[in-house]
């Protein structure tokens, strides 16, 4: 079992910054073994990745946060970041973190993040 819990969430004015934190803890967590990644979900919509990190640290965002967004993790504090600038209103979302065990063998070991651990999610309002 991997444990995950979010936080940094807050409401901030549109152009400002947050950094989201994720740390994961459990018996078989390994986090240069892990893909992790951040989601969020608005209300009304449907869940939405928003960036990976493979278990070596390859970073993929989707179009609407690159340049804006940045993931990174440390594995010596099993932590999971997301820092978050120029945030915009239409970023308004709940965040998740999710973690899943990097399948080598497929060309997209992290393919499947989404059916792995998560965590209870941080609120992040952005006003314009």
């Known amino acids: 079992q991997v444990q995950l819990a979010e936080s940094g969430g807050g409401s901030v004015q549109a152009g400002g910054s947050l950094r989201l934190s994720c740390a994961a803890s459990?018996?078989?967590?390994?986090?240069?073994?892990?893909?992790m990644g951040w989601f969020r979900q608005a209300p009304g919509k449907e869940r939405e990745k928003v960036a990976v990190?493979?278990?070596?640290?390859?970073?993929t965002y989707t179009d609407s946060v690159k340049g804006r967004f940045t993931i990174s993790k440390d594995n010596a504090k099993n932590t999971l970041y997301l820092q978050m600038n120029n945030l915009k209103p239409e970023d308004t979302a709940m965040y998740f973190c999710?973690?899943?065990?990097?399948?080598?063998?497929?060309?997209?070991?992290?393919?499947?993040?989404?059916?792995?651990?998560w965590g209870q999610g941080t609120q992040v309002t952005v006003s314009s």
């Open positions: 999710a973690a899943r065990a990097a399948e080598t063998y497929l060309f997209a070991p992290c393919a499947r993040l989404a059916s792995g651990y």
């Open positions: 459990g018996a078989t967590y390994s986090s240069s073994r892990y893909c």
């Open positions: 990190i493979d278990s070596v640290r390859r970073p």
